[in-house]
């Protein structure tokens, strides 16, 4: 388990309550990141007859009752209680695990936004926001080679797959709940209804304008002198800090930050220049982060995101300063930092491919290099789940829709999250689920490049040009510096990659880094064929974070 992390067991028998004590308690200093010091920090351990929890690294900001645990924020009045299973599931940015004697049930927020973990045998049911904490607290790991095309297709575990073949991931909206008596643990989830009530423009910009100034009202308490605003040259983030500034008295106290590469903050059009201009018209402090400066060796950097990441997503572009932003937060006395993910809409899209590669599932039929490798290599299987396939009497946008919805906020955005954790906090307001909810009910063009929601903001916040370009540096850009490739192509190469996965598909992989004459060949190819052509680096990088993630896990 890693920062603000839970993990929350359940078993059919009474617990030896001093044995899952010291187990837990041994968990969370063991599964810290390598750049925190384990002597400044607390973590909470709780052990009743038949339930027992941890808390990594506890800010006393999460709730809790002997017998329950709610990660993150709810959006209800103060009295509602999210302790009862099989109780109402509340509006929020949570992950809830709740008990009493009888029966367990772990509950997802409506968008997935926070990652919950679970597995089950016939003594007990273990629900974590870690894959890594339930694997080490099983003692045990059985790989799942399923994963293989999802992580080189679209730099993710795909739509429902964990590492190990035993764990599985709660969707969004769902929940599993096992009674002691009748120990069978039933899953409950609800899939996002899209579906247009009609209503004048005015009308539908008039309710969303209501519902963001409603849940930005729940961040009125929160004590802002330990909670950051990631600020971009974006409306998503831009909403949230007009709406905020409007309700807290003193903006003295709000604190943004923006990262990206060195030169990106004197660069007009760029996400961090453009973030700093809104933060001096709104008149609140911000502060700029550095991504590419780190002195850490390359090994460092990338082991680290392999280990606070656990190998759920390829995005390293913003973490090559080896997490030196989200350390640096952490020892400054910040408890979390409040996020704009959302769910508004999407890029217009106009095949059924582009809705899902937009979206970042892409699949290893996409790339006509990927192609190859499952033919002369072999790979497994990779296919859609059902649930995710356009329906046949539903657009390319509602589609495109949908897929954001039950596949990229819980997949992309999640994983995402997952880093963040291992140091802060996060709040997640725009995904509130009434928020949700309305932007389905919503016409495909208000959706489409978010059409009302940016409209809407544009009306309420400082004149001034949104930005054109991202501060990180690309991915392509970084994993070409030959200190991080080198030791990517090293990995490759090792005794371990060799035994576990066989020589063929590594030395492929190398092959397509070093011979530009091939992949000059394949792209040729890939016009013809209609294909993309994935970069070898990033492809290089993916097989890295799988050889890396299962050395992690086997360790």
Request: charged fraction near 25%.
């Amino acid at each position: 388990m890693r920062m603000s992390n839970v993990i929350f067991l359940f078993s059919r028998l009474p617990l030896d309550k001093p044995k899952t004590s010291d187990k837990l308690s041994a968990l969370c200093n063991e599964l810290l990141p390598d750049n925190i010091e384990p002597n400044s920090i607390h973590h909470t351990v709780n052990v009743n007859n038949f339930s027992a929890w941890a808390i990594s690294v506890d800010h006393s900001t999460f709730k809790r009752s002997s017998d329950s645990v709610l990660a993150g924020v709810i959006f209800e009045s103060p009295d509602f209680d999210w302790t009862i299973p099989g109780a109402d599931r509340p509006d929020g940015s949570y992950a809830i695990f709740r008990s009493n004697e009888e029966e367990v049930e772990f509950i997802s927020d409506d968008s997935g936004s926070r990652t919950i973990w679970y597995y089950s045998d016939n003594d007990y049911i273990i629900g974590s926001t870690s894959q890594l904490a339930i694997i080490r607290y099983l003692g045990t790991f059985d790989f799942d080679e399923n994963v293989i095309p999802w992580m080189l297709s679209s730099g993710t575990l795909g739509p429902t797959l964990s590492w190990d073949k035993r764990l599985n991931r709660l969707p969004a909206a769902a929940s599993i709940r096992c009674r002691r008596n009748y120990w069978l643990p039933d899953v409950k989830y609800s899939e996002p209804n899209f579906s247009v009530i009609e209503r004048r423009y005015e009308d539908n910009s008039k309710i969303l304008e209501e519902e963001l100034r409603k849940v930005t009202n729940f961040l009125v308490n929160l004590d802002w002198t330990k909670w950051a605003l990631p600020l971009s040259g974006g409306y998503d983030s831009l909403a949230i800090l007009c709406f905020l500034s409007e309700v807290i008295p003193d903006r003295d106290v709000l604190q943004a930050i923006t990262w990206g590469a060195q030169d990106s903050i004197n660069e007009r059009g760029n996400d961090a220049y453009v973030a700093a201009e809104l933060a001096k018209q709104l008149r609140v402090k911000h502060r700029f982060y550095e991504t590419d400066s780190s002195c850490e060796e390359p090994e460092q950097i990338l082991d680290r995101f392999v280990f606070c990441s656990e190998g759920r997503i390829d995005h390293i572009s913003g973490y090559t300063d080896g997490m030196a932003i989200w350390n640096t937060l952490l020892e400054s006395g910040y408890t979390g930092i409040v996020r704009g993910d959302e769910g508004f809409g999407w890029v217009a899209v106009f095949n059924d491919q582009q809705a899902r590669m937009s979206v970042g599932c892409s699949m290893c039929e996409d790339f006509l290099n990927l192609e190859h490798l499952s033919h002369t290599v072999g790979l497994p299987t990779q296919t859609l789940p059902d649930h995710l396939e356009r329906a046949s009497n539903e657009s390319i946008a509602a589609w495109r829709d949908r897929l954001y919805h039950s596949y990229r906020i819980s997949v992309v955005l999640g994983a995402l999250s997952d880093i963040k954790l291992s140091y802060i906090e996060q709040i997640n307001p725009l995904l509130s689920g009434r928020i949700l909810n309305f932007i389905r009910s919503l016409s495909e063009e208000l959706r489409t490049e978010k059409k009302l929601f940016k409209e809407l903001i544009e009306k309420i916040s400082p004149p001034v040009s949104f930005a054109s370009k991202a501060a990180v540096m690309p991915a392509g850009n970084v994993l070409r510096q030959k200190r991080f490739l080198r030791y990517i192509l090293s990995t490759l190469q090792s005794d371990f990659a060799y035994c576990h996965f066989g020589a063929d598909l590594p030395r492929e992989i190398v092959r397509m880094c070093f011979n530009r004459e091939a992949m000059k060949a394949v792209k040729i190819n890939s016009y013809r064929e209609k294909k993309f052509v994935l970069s070898p680096e990033v492809l290089a990088f993916r097989k890295f974070l799988i050889i890396k993630t299962l050395q992690l896990f086997r360790n």
